[in-house]
């Protein structure tokens, strides 16, 4: 695996927490830990943990500003979620046309 990512991705996004997070952070530029820490009933330490496990996805990257770190979203790896996910969207539409025209034939036959 590659330094910056050292997760899988799909690991990363399993938690409903760090969906939020990815949330977030898509509709910001970027934000510090205690803005991100206020949107959940948790404390700073439990936010910087999934931070974390997101940055070793490849999923967040971070930078210092001050006293404080910024937490920026990096997409890029949703890409292979969104490849599977259209794979098995393809599938599925053409086992529904297929289901369609079976039901058709059979109806034509009855």
Do not use: C
């Amino acid at each position: 695996m590659s330094k910056v990512q050292q997760r899988d991705v799909f690991d990363a996004i399993a938690d409903p927490t760090r969906r939020r997070l990815i949330q977030l952070l898509a509709e910001a530029e970027d934000l510090p830990l205690h803005e991100l820490a206020a949107h959940f009933q948790m404390g700073r330490t439990g936010v910087s943990k999934h931070l974390g496990i997101l940055k070793e996805a490849g999923l967040v990257k971070d930078r210092k500003a001050g006293r404080e770190t910024r937490y920026k979203l990096d997409a890029t790896p949703l890409k292979e979620v969104q490849d599977w996910v259209a794979y098995y969207s393809n599938y599925w539409s053409a086992n529904m046309m297929r289901l369609g025209q079976l039901l058709e034939e059979e109806d034509e036959e009855a």
